[in-house]
Every structure is written in structure tokens, then in C-alpha cells.
């Protein structure tokens, strides 16, 4: 199989369109893949789980899809004890001032211990 041109570049489909429209898009799946193989939750949960997050949406849109995997990882995590729900909810409130809070063209930077 011959490598791409640019083998750092966004993976693109086959009309050149990025497959995710931002990096923690692939970053969020990559999570649940590495999740399954572990065996933290088997595939069929993870299935379950992102088919109701997904039917839950009121968004059909690529943002409403991914936002669907975020919250399916969510639930897993909250379910498995792994991380309680009130810690996911004050994680995503830090994350949420954070962006608010950052000047454009700045990297968001979340506190520590936030």
C-alpha cells in the first residue's frame, strides 16, 4: 500500500473532505476504541450506548453525532463507577469556563485540580 503524500496531514475521505471536521472528534473515538480493547466495556455496550446517545439527539449533524459519543463515553464511565457522573459534569462545567474564558487564538488551558 503506497503512503500518503503528506502522512501528517488530516485524514481526508476519498473526495479530500476531512473525515472530522476537528481533532477531538477522532480523539473521542480513539478513547472508546482504546476503552473496548482494554475491556473497560465490551463492543456491544459501547454500541448500545452510542446508538441511544445518538437517538437522543435532536441535532442530525456531524457536531450532533460526535457530541452523541460524548456523551455515550459518558454514560459508560458514570455506569462502570469508573468516574461518578457529578465528576464528568464538574469536568465538562471547568472545560466550558475555560473556553469561555480564553482569548481567540489561544490555547485552552484547564486549572489544575479544576
Not at 52 to 64: L, P
Not at 74 to 82: D, I, N, R, S
Request: glycine share 6%; charged share 25%.
Amino acid at each position: 500500500m503506497p503512503l500518503p503524500e503528506n502522512p501528517l496531514a488530516p485524514l481526508a475521505r476519498r473526495d479530500g473532505d476531512p473525515v472530522f471536521e476537528e481533532a477531538w472528534q477522532a480523539q473521542a473515538l480513539a478513547m472508546a476504541d482504546c476503552m473496548v480493547r482494554a475491556g473497560a466495556f465490551s463492543a456491544s455496550d459501547w454500541a448500545a450506548a452510542l446508538g441511544k446517545a445518538v437517538r437522543e439527539q435532536d441535532d442530525d449533524t456531524t457536531s450532533g453525532y460526535y457530541r452523541a459519543v460524548l456523551a455515550a463515553l459518558e454514560t459508560l464511565l458514570a455506569m462502570q463507577g469508573a468516574v461518578p457522573a457529578p465528576e464528568i459534569e464538574a469536568r465538562r462545567d471547568a472545560w466550558a469556563r475555560a473556553y469561555e474564558t480564553t482569548p481567540h487564538g489561544h490555547p485552552v488551558e484547564l486549572e489544575t485540580g479544576a
